[in-house]
Nanobody, 122 residues
Framework: QVQLVESGGGLVQAGGSLRLSCAASGRSRTVMGWFRQAPGKEREFVAAVSWSGGSTYYQDSVKGRFTISRDNAKNTVYLQMNSLKPEDTAVYYC?????????????????WGQGTQVTVSS
């Protein structure tokens, strides 16, 4: 079993930065991903990183602005968010799935954190 706890959300001005953290406990040989859900919208993929940290994949809208990384020694995954836009406002969720393949589909992730709110003001 994998338990995930997100932190680092908050309120920032457009153009600002935040770093989200996801602390994991339990089995750690997983692909990790970040998803987000805005009011009235479906949960969508943001970014994912392989177990080794050597491979990453991003949603087009965040490429060049967000960076996902992981520190397996600390069992922690990060999402560095720069140049934030109001459109990035959402609850951000950390997720995990067993395996090595990065998958940008919500339904294949097995474990989820409780979410952390990110609000970007104009």
């Amino acid at each position: 079993q994998v338990q995930l706890v997100e932190s680092g959300g908050g309120l920032v001005q457009a153009g600002g930065s935040l770093r989200l953290s996801c602390a994991a406990s339990g089995r750690s040989r997983t692909v990790m991903g970040w998803f987000r859900q805005a009011p009235g919208k479906e949960r969508e993929f943001v970014a994912a990183v392989s177990w080794s940290g050597g491979s990453t994949y991003y949603q087009d809208s965040v490429k060049g602005r967000f960076t996902i990384s992981r520190d397996n020694a600390k069992n922690t995954v990060y999402l560095q968010m720069n140049s934030l836009k109001p459109e990035d406002t959402a609850v951000y969720y950390c997720a995990a799935r067993y395996g090595t393949t990065i998958v940008a589909v919500t339904t294949v992730y097995d474990y989820w954190g409780q979410g952390t709110q990110v609000t970007v003001s104009s």
